[in-house]
């Protein structure tokens, strides 16, 4: 019996693919995102502490209203406004589930999906499944930033949902207030939805400052916000995020999220509620990485690749075009298997595949391993 695939052309993700390649031959994995050092001892005890004090049974559908105050208290402070944590914020396994749901919470058969390209690979399996019809828009070349007519010319009496990522993955673009600002006058008067994908939302650089859709008045009653304690606490493992939406559409995600995992690790979600009490413990990650990202940035202009420095996230995206024409898949094969430093070829974030001879690294790793990996890049031009 063939069981007739619903995703026929996915295969596994370029990150398992470019993190297994890694280890196969000892390279330096600057490929899939996560952090190369632990998180803060503090957050590690409290998670002993409150397994080992029993809270270890199914919390709350919704997440434990502890830590869906502390993230509303943490929005007001970053974003200006206070969403509701009965009734706008619910705790969920992982960023990826908060798009996945928020997605099914809207998206019908027939129905178009704006996703601008490049785009994070888990937005168009979550549209398809649906049976919603993806419509893709390319970046500006130059910086990744938004063309906002032809977003404009994208739209249809059929698109349901725009799909937006601030801080960008793969490109480190971050969204100004003119880019959210464009956004509301295109989506004003229209019966469109808007999943904003925000997990990189404390990793900002050079005083840039994260702006989520959801601190823009109009746009915040129209507007799934999708975050991930992973990425702000260097814990990837742990799988939770949060999702905060007007409470009318955290009612219909909700039926989602509580049929897709039901709950999220409850230990986890008590050690997160006391370790958020103290705010300096996510405003000091922009700071953190920053000099992460500077080491890298400078120590990049050494290899002959041209870039511009990440304005946020933890990925630097670098173009090699001018140095050879070598596709971007074998040149990530051949910096794994012969330089030792593994990164993701950009070709996989576009749907068909377009090669525009750019590579992404992550630069969330220790300083002696990023001196390491940039001293290896030195190679370059012997494998070009
Ligand atoms: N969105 C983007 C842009 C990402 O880079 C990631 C990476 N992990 C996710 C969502 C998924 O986050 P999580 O691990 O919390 O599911
Ligand atoms: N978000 C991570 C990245 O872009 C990877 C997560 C995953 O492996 N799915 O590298």
Redesign the pocket.
């Known amino acids: 019996m063939a069981i007739g695939s619903k995703l026929p052309h996915v295969g596994t ?1 370029i ?2 693919v470019m ?1 297994r390649m890694a280890s196969e031959e000892g390279a330096i994995n600057l ?4 952090p190369g050092f632990g998180a803060d001892p503090v957050l590690l005890e409290l998670v002993g502490k409150y397994t080992r004090d029993g809270y270890n049974q199914y919390p709350p559908m919704s997440g434990i209203p502890q830590l869906r105050r502390r993230l509303a208290e943490k929005t007001e402070l970053t974003q200006i406004y206070f969403p509701d944590p009965e009734t706008e914020v619910t705790i969920v396994s992982g960023a ?1 589930e908060a798009l996945f749901s928020a997605v099914t919470a809207v998206v019908r058969p027939g129905d178009e999906v704006v996703l601008l390209e490049p785009a ?3 937005y168009e399996p979550a549209v398809t499944l649906n049976g919603g019809v993806p419509v893709y828009v390319p970046l500006n070349a130059e910086d990744f930033s938004v063309d906002w007519e032809r977003v404009e010319k994208a739209l249809s009496p059929k698109t349901r949902l725009i799909m937006v990522n601030s801080p960008h ?2 490109s480190g673009y971050v969204w100004t207030e003119e880019d959210i600002d464009s956004l509301a006058t295109l989506v004003r008067d229209r019966d469109i939805y808007l999943v904003s994908d925000e ?1 990189y939302e404390h990793i900002t650089f050079d005083g840039r400052k994260h702006i989520s859709l959801g601190s823009h008045p109009e746009l915040r009653n129209k507007t799934f916000v999708c975050g991930s304690f992973g990425k702000t606490f260097h814990v ?1 493992g742990w799988k939770i995020g949060y999702c905060i939406a007007p409470s009318d559409m955290t009612v219909e995600f909700r039926k989602i999220h509580q049929f897709l995992t039901f709950t999220t690790v409850t230990p986890i979600q008590y050690a997160l509620a006391e370790y958020l009490e103290e705010p300096n413990r996510y405003l000091s990650i922009p700071a953190f990485y920053q000099s992460k990202r500077d080491l890298f940035a400078g120590g990049l202009t050494r290899t002959g690749l041209i870039f511009t420095p990440a304005r946020g996230s933890f ?1 630097q995206l670098a173009s090699y075009g001018h140095l050879s024409q070598i596709g971007d898949r074998e040149l990530a094969e051949r910096m794994t298997r012969r330089l030792k430093v593994a990164c ?1 070829p950009v070709s996989v974030f576009y749907s068909d595949r377009r090669d525009d001879k750019f590579i992404r690294f ?1 630069f969330a790793k220790e300083e002696a391993e990023l001196f390491e990996a940039l001293e290896r890049l030195q190679g370059l031009p012997e494998i070009l």
């Not at 490929?31 to 996560?34: L, T, V």
């Open positions: 993700t990150f398992t993190s490929s899939q995102g996560f990826t994070y690979d888990s993955n793969p997990v990837t990925f993701i992550c």
